[in-house]
C-alpha cells in the first residue's frame, strides 16, 4: 500500500477519526526504529511458493547481471528523460 493510497482512506475519516489517526503517527515518532533483519534463503522461497502465480521475470534472457542491470537502468532512464527534458 502506498502513502498516497493511504492518505485517500484517510480522507474518507471523519475529522475526529482524522486527527486519531494523525495523533498515532505522531506518537509513532518517539519510537525507535526496529531495524530490518535480512531474510534467510528459506524464508525467500517460501515467499515465492506463497505468491498465487508465476513470477514474471523482466529480461530473462540477460544471463549476466551486470548486463541486467545495465538495461534496467538504460530503460528507467529512457522513461524518465522527456521529464528531464522537460517535454512531459
Known amino acids: 500500500m502506498t502513502i498516497g493510497e493511504i492518505l485517500e482512506q484517510v480522507k474518507a475519516l471523519s475529522q475526529a477519526e482524522r486527527k486519531e489517526v494523525a495523533k498515532a503517527v505522531i506518537d509513532l515518532l518517539d519510537q525507535p526504529v526496529q531495524p530490518s533483519r535480512a531474510k534467510t534463503g528459506a524464508e525467500i522461497v517460501a ?36 521529464y528531464w527534458d522537460g517535454e512531459a
Open 47 to 82: 515467499m515465492l511458493e506463497a505468491l498465487d502465480g508465476p513470477i514474471e521475470l523482466v529480461d530473462p534472457d540477460i544471463e549476466d547481471p551486470v548486463e541486467w542491470v545495465k538495461a534496467q537502468r538504460k530503460k528507467e532512464a529512457d522513461r524518465l528523460k522527456p
